[in-house]
């Protein structure tokens, strides 16, 4: 996802908060409502294009194209 530097830094922590869970999870360590990968996948995905299509930056960016 192209975007301005808030919204690719927010996506980036997203997906390393999901990774280091899904690790926690295959570990045995925490075991959070069982949830598939890609679930959590698509969930991030919706999240950040709703970020992005509701930036004022990423939109300016959009529009320069």
Do not use: E, P
């Amino acid at each position: 996802m192209m975007g301005c530097k808030k919204c690719t830094t927010i996506s980036g922590w997203l997906m390393l908060l999901a990774g280091i869970a899904f690790l926690l999870q295959n570990l045995n360590i925490w075991s959070f409502w069982n949830l598939q990968w890609y679930t959590v996948l698509f969930i991030l995905w919706g999240a950040g294009s709703l970020a992005h299509s509701n930036c004022a930056d990423c939109q300016a960016m959009m529009k320069r194209r």
